[in-house]
């Protein structure tokens, strides 16, 4: 059988973390930075562990003023010692939780620019790989940070977004965007189903994208996030597509 993972941000605060658990096959833990605080990461991680979910670290920016979105330039030792602290802080919980971090998402911001910034898409995978060579890196299909992930010889998660519209270069649309979202649930999920089976999408101006879908990105703030899972999960189940870590 054909399998994806599905993958949602949590201990953000959001308060439906156990039910989201139950729903995803991967779950992006907050490090207490953009969001959240330890005690919600503690909690993520039992129930993680309840629900068989693999662990992966969502380190940001030090910007929870704006929830990690806000662009950064920052020195690379300063945003390299943020990255070390908070991963470390994870790994800490992880060991008295008695489960495994396998893999680490940046968050928001973090993210985006990594995907078209070299330098910083190298000082992430650089980074991540000193702390842990054992952990893969996920990050946007088709983007820098993929590319330097796999340089480094980290296994690497290639990512898709369900909800949220792409630009014909295969990068994300500004959240600053309108058009930022994908406009309904029936929209997304069959965008989920192309992405999946197909491996493409088709950006706003028509251009149809490319895209390797080994994980797909289910937003989880907001009691809506569980219904939409839900018709994700059964859409790919018609389609014969399990869910499932990778």
């Not at 907050?30 to 979910?53: F, I, S």
């Amino acid at each position: 059988m054909k399998t994806v993972d599905l993958n949602a941000d949590l201990a953000e605060g959001c308060g439906i973390d156990r039910d989201l658990m139950q729903r995803v096959s991967s779950a992006n833990i907050a490090c207490a930075v953009h969001a959240g605080d330890a005690v919600e990461m503690y909690r993520a991680l039992t129930w993680a562990k309840q629900y068989g979910v693999r662990i992966g670290a969502h380190p940001a920016f030090p910007d929870r003023e704006n929830f990690g979105r806000r662009n950064m330039n920052m020195p690379s030792e300063h945003l390299r010692a943020h990255l070390l602290y908070q991963l470390g802080s994870l790994q800490a919980l992880c060991d008295a939780a008695g489960v495994a971090m396998s893999y680490v998402k940046p968050h928001g911001a973090l993210y985006n620019q990594a995907a078209a910034d070299e330098q910083l898409a190298s000082l992430i995978a650089g980074t991540v790989r000193a702390f842990n060579p054992e952990l893969k890196l996920m990050a946007l299909s088709g983007s820098l940070l993929l590319q330097a992930g796999g340089a480094v010889g980290l296994g690497v998660v290639s990512e898709v977004f369900a909800d949220r519209r792409y630009l014909a270069d295969g990068s994300l649309v500004p959240r600053s965007r309108s058009d930022a979202q994908v406009g309904s649930d029936g929209e997304a999920v069959a965008q989920v189903l192309r992405m999946v089976g197909k491996g493409e999408v088709e950006s706003t101006d028509g251009t149809i994208v490319k895209v390797r879908a080994d994980s797909i990105c289910l937003h989880g703030d907001g009691t809506h996030a569980l219904e939409f899972a839900d018709k994700i999960r059964a859409a790919l189940q018609a389609k014969g597509i399990g869910i499932k870590a990778v």
